[in-house]
């Protein structure tokens, strides 16, 4: 399985588009390999804002990302759209795989596939720590 590829459990939950800027691309004329990285991250952050967990310190419990990655498949230009599908699996005590698939608007090519793993840590001790049952109960 290549690196960021969605596994057959993996259920889709969210979508989201992305402006492509043209300071999102490199000396080559192609999106920043790096930016990528930041369209998953918004579009992980609009879905868990989109079920009350946005980032916040007023809160005992948090999600941090322990690890990501990206393959990519066709470069990606400035000015557009890009469209963000994001995938998770059945979650573990205190973890959360998420995947997700990237293409250019009015394109159905996949441009890049993606996948990062959240855990959940108390912020008072930094210890793992188990996902919130509330999250538990409106995922797939």
Known sequence: MSLGQRPENAQQVFESR????????DAM?????TV??????????DWLES?????S???DTSPVLMNTACTFLLPMHAPG????????????RSSLD??????EENDDRLFAIASAKLVWIDLATEKSTPIPQSL???LP
């Open 36 to 45: 990528y990285f930041r369209f998953i991250e918004q579009v992980r952050c």
């Open 136 to 138: 538990l109960d409106v």
């Open 18 to 25: 992305v402006p492509m800027r043209w300071g999102d691309m």
């Open 81 to 92: 759209t890009a469209v963000i599908t994001l995938f998770v699996c059945p979650p573990g």
């Open 51 to 55: 079920m009350g967990y946005g980032v």
């Open 57 to 59: 310190l007023q809160t």
């Open 98 to 103: 998420t995947f997700y698939e990237i293409r």
């Open 29 to 33: 004329g192609h999106i920043n390999n």
